[in-house]
């Protein structure tokens, strides 16, 4: 077993590992925190697949940006407490049941399909290096790089409008 | 080369005007214009008959086609009327004493408005029009539809007076029966079609022999049930004597000339299936007999003067299946023939009669009319003579042709059909003496009112008289004069003529004797008996038998009663609980349901997810593992 | 790797997040499930595209960068989103003084 095959199987471990604790956690801050290390786990299997730009970029966007807000919103609200109303048992068993159904229907409908010989590069190949994605994103999807800066500022206006709106209500 | 007989469509064609034209502008018409249409219509008929009867003597005989009346496929039905010695003779029956009885009947409706009277004689043509159509076709489609036609006529002229209830049923009745019938010629027809793959006479009897004898005796059997139904035999006959609700011309057309004799003719135009199926003649005699035997008893003790002939009809009728049943099919037909004279003659008659009575039909309120309405009297005497088979008159010949065929075939046949004719006589001569002799014992205003009815009335009956008188000349045995059978030989070309029925010329003289003086020795006992009549009240077989056997009764129990009672158990419990339940339930089922589904409707994003990733879920498991 | 694999962990991935939206009822923990689907999507994308690369490098050298620019794109929505996202929630627990989903349930009317 290579040592590439190794770490896969580790990265994937602990990446479903800590998926299962986001959701099955009391604390929505260990949530975050198992988040975070999904992310991890991530980035990590985009560094095997030798896609360093996106490694680098998972982890300071979204376990650096995104998860601090996260955190910032839920230590602002002061829902650092195991007090979350619970779904009824019912009603988790049955979306339990309907996700793991669909994950039985969709691995026994791909379980044929004719992907059996193909493999995914691992460690070589430089299509993940920040020259060549940033020769592909400024030459041919300028436009849509720009268009997604509109897409943030409209969020950001969005952000700062439902929350300027509270402040008046409250006053 | 066109052939001379292409032309016989004129034949059902001027009825049919006359119809139309009666049917349509009755409120417009006089009653003379009408009674000149109607008879007119139906004499010019009879003239083109008696044209085609003389080239079919001369040995033409024609199919003509006309048009594609159905066409599927490959399988096709033209309208074709066939012409041949069988069909010239029954148009020359239909049409001619159909034409008397047109004529007698613009006397006898005289007292009705001019609308009804149009009514009247526009379902006369078409009565006329259905039976040609009937015996013209060339086919079992076209004869179907003739037939019903004559199953429609009969229950709009017994139900002419439809103001009365009891007419009404007798009417229903009529026609219910005749269904009852008709679905067992319109099955044999289908079987006819699923196996012969034709219904036209001519492949029909020629494919005959190939097809086994299973499905020929199906198909015969079935037939017969048709000929049940229309020609009034056993189990459906009770709806003839009930057919006397209409006026008297009306029972003298459905018993003479038209409608009863659909059936006979029927069989005898399909004698090549019968002679293939001995099982269905056994059951055609057997059948006719009993029907002939039963009809019989109960003319015995009949008071109702239409009754007794209508009964007397029945047992006719049973006779002619009987000469059917045992092969004779021309002794059938030439009793038709005879049948059709002196049972319109009788009829007539005692239209007269109940004419002179003003609408009595009691015959133990009459008695001695032979004082004043003496042509009746005659006429009615010679109709009697006739039906009884007393040489020389029409019925002998006819009605010893058949006793002899039946001879032939079985001597137990012959004796039961031999006890039959001596009740005939017995029943008419009844009928006769009570009618015209002894004293009167209606009212007295009644008895003023006698009168012989007009010429209209009359003329029809003395002709009616000479043709039951002569009618049976046609068919003189071969015993008495050679060459004297000219009905076998007329028809020979559609009926094969029996080759020797195994009887002696000895013995046929004997039978003949024994039967002529039987007959006498009834009637001699008749006059004893009912020359001075006594009301007795009718007890034991008498009542029995004045009660028709309880036949109608019986039907009432086994078949009607059940109907209704499963009638009402289908509407009350069936319909209620069932179909309407359905009906309801899927009201309350959609109302139950909507109110549930609503409940999806929470307005919780958590099940609404649920909801969407368990479709999502349908459309994959659809989309990978159901599509192929 | 064998692209099987990735396709597996994608699926087992995704399918974590989605029982995750449908057991929890904190809005911002169902934020976080959808985080982990769009992660896991992200993940098979890359793998697809250096399947891709493995294929066709011979005939074109940058085949596959497509993939891990949609890649980066879907991180640029996600940012987007959760910033927005965040804000709602925020406003709703300033409304209704939680963050329950079951409190959202105006859709009804």
């Known amino acids: ?171 | 080369m066109q052939n001379a007989l292409q032309i016989v469509w004129l034949v059902p064609f001027f009825p049919l005007i006359g119809f139309l034209i009666n049917g349509l502008f009755r409120k417009q018409l006089s009653k003379s214009l009408i009674a000149v249409l109607g008879s007119g219509t139906v004499l010019v008929s009879f003239v083109i008959s008696i044209w085609i009867f003389l080239q079919v003597k001369n040995g033409n005989s024609h199919v003509a086609e006309y048009f594609n009346f159905i066409s599927a496929g490959p399988f096709k039905i033209p309208f074709a009327f066939q012409i041949d010695a069988l069909s010239s003779l029954f148009l020359l029956i239909i049409t001619g004493v159909g034409f008397i009885i047109h004529v007698y009947s613009t006397s006898y409706m005289k007292e009705e408005t001019a609308e009804h009277y149009g009514r009247y004689f526009s379902y006369l043509n078409l009565f006329i029009f259905s039976m040609l159509l009937l015996v013209m076709g060339a086919n079992y489609v076209i004869m179907f539809i003739g037939w019903e036609g004559v199953g429609l006529c009969s229950y709009l002229l017994i139900g002419y007076w439809f103001k009365n209830t009891e007419y009404n049923k007798a009417a229903n009745k009529a026609f219910i029966m005749n269904r009852i019938g008709d679905l067992g010629f319109l099955i044999a027809l289908f079987l006819i079609i699923a196996k012969v793959g034709s219904v036209s006479f001519a492949d029909v009897f020629s494919k005959a022999s190939t097809l086994s004898t299973t499905n020929i005796t199906i198909i015969t059997l079935l037939l017969f049930v048709g000929a049940t139904g229309k020609s009034a035999q056993i189990p459906l006959y009770t709806w003839l004597p009930d057919a006397m609700a209409g006026p008297t011309p009306v029972s003298a057309l459905i018993h003479a000339a038209t409608m009863v004799t659909a059936g006979i003719y029927m069989i005898a135009r399909s004698n090549v299936l019968y002679s293939l199926a001995p099982v269905s003649q056994n059951v055609v005699a057997i059948i006719g007999l009993a029907t002939a035997i039963l009809a019989a008893t109960i003319a015995m003790k009949q008071n109702d003067i239409k009754k007794v002939l209508a009964y007397s009809t029945v047992s006719q009728l049973g006779y002619m299946f009987l000469a059917l049943g045992v092969g004779a099919y021309t002794a059938g037909v030439f009793h038709v023939m005879t049948h059709a004279f002196f049972k319109a003659l009788l009829f007539l008659g005692a239209g007269s009669v109940i004419h002179a009575m003003g609408g009595e039909q009691d015959i133990r309120k009459m008695g001695g009319l032979k004082g004043k309405l003496k042509i009746t009297y005659f006429t009615f005497l010679i109709g009697c003579i006739a039906i009884s088979g007393i040489p020389p008159f029409s019925g002998f010949f006819s009605k010893d042709a058949i006793l002899l065929s039946a001879f032939g075939h079985n001597k137990i046949l012959y004796g039961i059909a031999l006890f039959g004719a001596l009740l005939t006589a017995f029943y008419m001569f009844r009928l006769l003496f009570l009618t015209f002799n002894g004293s009167f014992r209606g009212t007295d205003e009644q008895q003023h009112h006698l009168h012989e009815s007009p010429a209209g009335m009359t003329i029809p009956l003395i002709i009616l008289a000479i043709l039951a008188f002569a009618g049976g000349f046609v068919g003189i045995p071969e015993l008495f004069m050679k060459g004297g059978d000219k009905l076998s030989e007329f028809l020979s070309p559609v009926i094969p003529v029996q080759q020797g029925d195994g009887v002696s010329s000895s013995t046929e003289m004997m039978l003949m004797v024994i039967s002529t003086v039987l007959v006498l020795l009834v009637i001699i006992y008749t006059w004893f008996r009912f020359r001075k009549y006594q009301a007795v009240e009718e007890k034991g077989l008498g009542k029995f038998l004045a009660n028709k056997w309880y036949v109608d009764e019986l039907y009432e129990q086994i078949i009607v009663k059940p109907l209704n009672k499963l009638g009402a158990f289908l509407n009350n419990i069936i319909e209620r609980s069932v179909i309407d339940a359905l009906v309801n339930g899927v009201g309350k089922l959609v109302n139950y349901g909507s109110r549930q589904v609503r409940l999806l409707q929470s307005g919780q994003v958590g099940s609404y997810v649920l909801l969407m990733v368990l479709s999502m879920l349908l459309v994959f498991v659809i989309q990978f593992f159901l599509r192929k | 790797m064998p692209i099987n694999y990735y396709i597996f962990l994608s699926l087992a991935l995704f399918a974590v997040g989605i029982v995750g939206v449908l057991t929890r009822r904190n809005a911002i923990i169902i934020f976080m499930c959808i985080e982990i689907m769009l992660n896991a999507v992200n993940l098979l994308l890359v793998a697809f595209s250096k399947m891709h690369h493995l294929k066709q490098a011979a005939t074109l050298a940058t085949a596959g960068t497509n993939g891990q620019i949609f890649v980066f794109f879907i991180m640029v929505v996600a940012a987007a989103e959760v910033s927005v996202g965040l804000a709602i929630i925020v406003m709703m627990f300033r409304n209704v003084h939680s963050v329950d989903v079951n409190f959202l349930n105006r859709l009804k009317h």
């Open chain 1, 1 to 171: 077993m290579s040592i590439t095959q190794i770490l896969f199987w580790f990265l994937s471990v602990l990446a479903l590992f800590s998926a299962l604790m986001v959701i099955t956690s009391k604390n929505p801050v260990y949530s975050v925190l198992w988040l975070i290390l999904v992310f991890f786990a991530i980035s990590g299997h985009y560094l095997l697949l030798n896609a360093q730009f996106l490694a680098i970029v998972n982890i300071i966007v979204y376990a650096g940006a995104i998860m601090v807000l996260f955190l910032f919103v839920i230590m602002l609200m002061n829902l650092n407490k195991d007090n979350e109303p619970q779904k009824n048992k019912w009603l988790k068993l049955a979306g339990a049941l309907a996700g793991g159904c669909l994950l039985l229907v969709l691995v026994a409908a791909l379980k044929n399909a004719e992907t059996k010989s193909a493999v995914a590069e691992a460690g070589t190949g430089d299509i993940g290096l920040i020259e060549n994605l940033g020769k592909a994103l400024f030459h041919d999807y300028v436009v849509p790089f720009e268009i997604s800066s509109v897409l943030f500022l409209s969020a950001m206006v969005g952000a700062v409008v439902l929350g300027k709106k509270e402040a008046e209500h409250a006053n």
